[in-house]
């Protein structure tokens, strides 16, 4: 019987080899393009919506609401219902033909969708492919070895796509979601050939001590067979080779052997090799090779410890991630997968979240070769799969993803969309037994839960299980992602339980309806949730977060000598292969020079230590150090600028001798300019010179604010019934104070010193030191105590008179109370812009509050404005910043142009400012301030 068995698949290799020619290796034919940059125009005909009711031609991968058919629909709109009335069902038909080598004829041939949404049924040549699929983000596969032509005859593929699903769970999992739904063959099409005896599939387990373990499937029992497992560098060079036989009366391999000393992967060491996988029949005869690439590393979770990569803790610095482009929807190429992982580590991040739902193969390749943890995600959002098509899904995800070194963990689906009997399906496909996590759920080991406070995020921190939130600081608008970070991550990268966790979310999820004149449409808030605009547009967190979670952070000591404090937070690599490039500045006006500047190599620190690199001393003149750090890879880092001294201000010379100037009647006029000041309440009521009225004036204002839904004493006031509408807006303390008096008095180099005094109030005095060349020094002083989020002096100047700002200062980013990192000292300017976030992204914004400020220029239509403030601890405000149409995180109070000692904190979507940290709370002001600023206008 043996002999006989031998014998008929001897018969059967040797047919094969008549017609192939002995090739042994998988080959694929694109029946459609490779992803959004190259579609392919198949026949197309959409049953509703836009462009319906007739066939014409469609570009193959896409999601055809983005091509111009059908309904455009967001998921939250019929949440919680698997079959609601009036959602968008409508039904793509697609037709194409295509034909095959004549060469392939006699070998294995599988129809291949990478993926398609939703329920998918599919014609080959008027028969059916197999049964319908249901469900959206999977690679579904097709034996049509009986179905299809080989050489000049056409082969025709017909399929039906349907938006909804007739299956009620992959509904609730995937359709009604905080996510837009679309529709379509969304990802590529092709046609796969093995010989006819083949490997179906592996599954790879290459462990940091070397150990290589893989599960290699044939397509048929083969008896007396051998598997031939061929290891390589990504080179070529071979590494190791080994030889299993297939068991007698098996369909599998179970390969086992050791490599000597690999290269380990990791994220921040992505070492990867090249495995040929050869199945060799009894008389030594290779049918079939099948190759991959792999990393040698180590998952461990340790209990009540943390999460382990090659026996070293590593701290997740994570964000999630949809598959998303304005204009293509969920249909991406390698080029867009590519920009999303670049982004992702230019912020210095080590891991992606893929919400909610795997993405495309390429994209764990090129995380597996730039270095990325990855949670790869079974789709669903609060509901789940049913467990008999759950299992389908789950055993095509992790059979197409498990060899990839970068996924770390498989989810099973997100807030409450998990069900609990698909736990153990993924360990049946998966030889590494990676972790089964329950996002926003305790299980595995992880505590997961999403946006705790600040204060709940301590708490569970101090519980028995790891903790790392896979959604944290939701990033909608400008609040959230970086407002708040730094607070958490200090906390969170030194609690011994704490693993990292996950931003909520990478970019806003804008799709351009081409429905409407090609607008950007996030749904009001629902889709603006990202750190970066629906094109990748950088927002102020952008930069914050590159800042904090900066593998190389770089500190100047008080008493700088030329060394600076340096501290490696990586978790595997050592500084040696840093470079700082250093450059010593002065800045003149709008200019900055170099004065001196090379390159240091970084010092060999290990990873989690400290240390100190060294630059040459200071030059004569130098004013700020810029530092900027590069990696291994020549990738930057961050760079920091550190103030040495102030610079040089615009028009120094104020306080030149000339003729001093006069007031009457409250007019004073120096040089070319008039000042007017009131004289019923002591304000500076209007500036003109030659050139025109400024409108620059009614100030010094004293304001002080607190968030209008706190008491007095700053916690949230349970005695207002309307406390919690008010949590996104301001009250103004009143101003009690009573004007007493305007005098003019001689000052030193003849200056004319005006002097408006109060009582009873906050402003105390407002002292103008007047120049002779029109130069005015402001020095003013008030007093309060109370608990306040923004407070300072202002004055009025109209936004429609405004064009332009240049500044010396922190840049070019606005900060918030809780988002001071980022921005860094030096020369900055935009134009005027207002844009409404999760409608328009002009960034950065001209409006808002600015750090570090050594001056800055408003050019108005009637002249420029020159503010020089006494010092740079305090902020200048440039008029409120302006949050999303829906005013969902603040409606703050107009402040004009402002001198301020307090900033507000910007909260995020789920959190108000007092649940984010110390940074972000307001602050009890007490006793007495003194301000000072310089203007001068030309």
């Known amino acids: 019987m043996k002999q006989t068995i031998i014998s008929a ?51 193959v991968p896409s999601c055809w609401e983005l091509q111009g ?24 038909m697609y037709k194409y033909e295509f034909k095959l080598p004549k060469e392939w004829a006699n070998h294995h041939i599988e129809l291949v969708f990478e993926a398609s949404m939703t329920d998918t049924q599919v014609m080959i040549n008027k028969r059916k492919a197999g049964s319908k699929h249901m469900g959206a983000f999977y690679r579904i596969t097709y034996d049509v070895t009986d179905r299809v032509f080989f050489g000049d005859k056409k082969n025709l593929l017909e399929v039906t796509v349907s938006k909804e699903s007739e299956n009620a769970g992959v509904n609730l999992s995937e359709r009604r979601a905080d996510y ?32 290589f373990n893989a599960y290699v499937l044939l397509n048929h029992t083969i008896e007396g067979a051998k598997v031939k497992t061929t290891i390589s560098d990504m080179n070529g060079k071979k590494v190791a080779e080994n030889t299993t036989d297939v068991r007698h009366g098996s369909d599998h391999a179970d390969v086992a052997f050791k490599v000597s000393n690999p290269k380990l992967w990791t994220a921040e060491t992505p070492n990867r090799y ?51 482009r304005p204009e293509t929807g969920r249909t991406l190429s ?22 909610h739902y795997p993405a495309d193969p390429e994209f764990y390749d090129i995380c597996d070769s730039l270095g990325l943890y990855v949670m790869d995600e079974l789709s669903g959002w609060h509901g789940h799969h049913e467990t008999i098509n759950g299992q389908k899904l789950i055993r095509e995800m992790v059979t197409r993803d498990v060899n990839h070194p970068s996924i770390i963990w498989w989810s099973n689906g997100n807030e409450k969309g998990w069900n609990t009997e698909l736990d153990g399906d993924f360990h ?40 790392m939130p ?32 996950f931003i909520w979310a990478l970019v806003d999820e804008g799709v351009k309806r081409v429905d409407m004149g090609g607008m950007i449409d996030n749904v009001g808030n629902y889709g603006a949730d990202g750190i970066v605009g629906p094109h990748h547009e950088k927002e102020g967190s952008y930069y914050t977060v590159k800042q904090i979670w900066c593998p190389v952070q770089v500190s100047m000591p008080e008493h700088f000598d030329g060394r600076l404090n340096v501290e490696n937070r990586y978790n595997f690599l050592s500084l040696k292969g840093v470079k700082f490039d250093y450059s010593y500045l002065k800045y003149n006006g709008s200019k900055a020079s170099s004065l001196k500047q090379g390159v240091v190599n970084g010092a060999d620190i290990p990873a989690d230590s400290k240390g100190t690199i060294s630059v040459p001393a200071v030059p004569n003149g130098a004013e700020a150090l810029s530092v900027k750090a590069t990696d291994q890879y020549g990738k930057d880092l961050f760079t920091w600028v550190f103030k040495l001294k102030d610079s040089d201000k615009p028009f120094a010379k104020t306080a030149t001798t000339g003729n001093r100037p006069q007031m009457n009647g409250g007019v004073v006029k120096a040089g070319n300019v008039t000042f007017t000041f009131n004289e019923k309440d002591g304000s500076l009521a209007s500036v003109t010179t030659k050139k025109g009225d400024y409108k620059f004036g009614n100030g010094p204002k004293f304001f002080a604010y607190r968030r209008a839904d706190r008491s007095m004493d700053q916690f949230y006031n349970h005695d207002d019934p309307q406390a919690e509408k008010k949590k996104t807006t301001y009250e103004e303390y009143a ?110 914004e001209f409006k808002g509050y600015f750090a570090g400020v050594q001056w800055m220029k408003l050019q108005t239509k009637t002249g420029m404005i020159t503010i020089c403030p006494g010092t740079d601890k305090d902020y200048v405000g440039v008029y409120q910043p302006r949050d999303g149409r829906d005013q969902l995180l603040y409606t703050l109070p107009e402040t004009g142009i402002s001198m301020m000692q307090v900033i507000p904190a910007v909260r995020n979507k789920v959190n108000t400012t007092d649940l984010n940290g110390p940074s972000a709370q307001p602050v009890w002001a007490n006793g007495s301030y003194t301000g000072e600023v310089t203007l001068h206008f030309d």
């Open 470 to 501: 896979t959604e944290f600081l939701h990033a909608l608008y400008d609040g959230g992602a970086g407002a708040g970070l730094y607070d958490y991550w200090e906390v969170m990268r030194q609690w011994p339980r704490c693993a990292g966790g």
């Open 274 to 324: 090249q495995v040929a996988f050869s199945l060799i029949d009894a008389n030594g005869k290779t049918l079939h090779v099948e190759k991959d690439k792999f990393g040698f590393r180590t998952i461990e979770t340790r209990e009540s410890d943390g999460l382990y990569i090659n026996g070293k803790k590593v701290n997740i610095r994570g964000v999630n991630r949809h598959s998303f």
């Open 334 to 355: 390698y080029q867009k997968n590519l920009e999303d992982v670049e982004l992702i580590k230019s912020m210095n991040m080590n891991a992606v979240r893929l919400s």
């Open 180 to 211: 837009w739904n679309f529709g379509g063959i969304f990802r590529p099409v092709f046609i796969v050939c093995k010989p006819a005896l083949n490997i179906e599939r592996t599954a790879i387990n290459a462990t940091a001590d070397g150990e």
């Open 428 to 467: 049946k496909w998966d030889i590494q037994k990676r972790p089964v996590l329950h996002p926003q759920g305790n299980f595995s080991g992880y505590e997961t839960m999403h946006y705790r406070s600040y204060g709940e995020s301590n708490e569970y921190m101090r519980k028995p299980e790891i903790w």
């Open 735 to 844: 101003e009690q104070g009573k004007f007493d008096n305007l005098t003019a008095t001689e000052g030193a180099n003849d200056t004319l010193i005006v002097t408006a005094t109060y009582k009873l109030g906050s402003l105390q005095k407002a002292e103008w030191h007047i120049a002779p060349d029109g130069g005015a020094r402001l020095v003013y002083s008030y007093v309060f105590n109370g608990v306040v989020d923004l407070m300072g002096v202002k004055f009025d100047l109209p936004e429609t008179e405004v064009k332009h700002k240049e500044w010396l200062g922190c840049g070019p980013y606005r900060v918030w109370k809780n988002r001071i990192h980022g921005p860094q000292l030096g020369v900055w300017a935009n134009d005027y812009n207002d844009p409404v976030p999760g409608e328009s992204f002009d960034y950065p």
């Open 69 to 92: 058919f059908g309904n455009f629909q967001y998921g939250m709109k019929f949440y919680g219902k698997a079959f609601p009335d009036g959602i968008a069902d409508e039904k793509g």
């Open 9 to 59: 698949l001897a018969l059967l290799s040797a047919s094969i080899g008549a017609t192939a020619q002995n090739d042994v290796m998988t080959h694929r034919q694109y029946l459609s393009g490779h992803g959004c940059d190259d579609m392919v125009q198949w026949d197309f005909f959409c049953t509703g919506g836009n462009n319906s009711g007739k066939w014409t031609k469609i570009g």
